[in-house]
Each structure stands twice: as C-alpha cells, then as structure tokens.
C-alpha cells in the first residue's frame, strides 16, 4: 500500500487555491473550501483521491464501487481503509493506510 501526500498550493491569476493529493497510483486537485481549517482540507483532499482510485480500481476489475461514498467507503477495496495524518516539517501532510480499528490521531 502507499501513503498519500498532501500540499498547499496558493491561487495564481487563473486558478483559485487548491490542496493536491498524490501517490505512486495517481494525484488530484481539490479546490480549497473556505468552511474547513487546513487539518480538515488534507483530509479532504486525500478521501478525494482514495475515493478516485477505488472508482479506477472498480473499473479496472469490473466491479461495482457502492452507488453512495458511504458505501464505496464501506467496500472491500484497499484504497478505502482508514488512515492516519501528519503534518510535515514543510508544512505538507502524509496520510497512512492504517488497519480497520488500530487507527489513532488525524483519521479519515
């Protein structure tokens, strides 16, 4: 399994703040939400690309992903396992697969 790590990156002339989720399998952007403290969008970030592997996994094996997130979330698949996240020296985040019930701190 792989961790997913979580940057910043600040608005520029064409593009509103943004938080990018990515691992070896992929990456996404997730536009900043002004409701959520930062801790809130790394985690939300992150859900969004587990959630966007599960959906390419499903495909792949031609299963059926739940038609709700709460049931993809509750699926077998590995990108769905809960995870565990810290901050960086760099102020970027990296979130960890952790096994179902042993997870502590920052869970998503």
């Not at 938080?19 to 985690?43: K, P, T």
């Not at 966007?52 to 698949?77: F, I, N, V, W």
Request: proline fraction near 5%.
């Amino acid at each position: 399994m792989q961790a997913i790590h979580t940057t910043f990156h600040g608005p520029t002339n064409t593009k509103g703040a943004r938080y990018r989720a990515q691992c070896q399998a992929g990456s996404c952007y997730v536009s900043a939400h002004a409701d959520l403290d930062v801790e809130q969008q790394h985690v939300r970030a992150a859900t969004n690309l587990k959630l966007k592997l599960a959906m390419e996994s499903a495909k792949r094996h031609k299963t059926q992903p739940g038609p709700t997130y709460a049931e993809t979330c509750a699926s077998a698949d590995p990108w769905m396992r809960p995870t565990v996240a810290g901050c960086l020296a760099d102020r970027s985040w990296v979130h960890v697969f952790t096994d179902q019930g042993k997870a502590t701190g920052s869970q998503s």
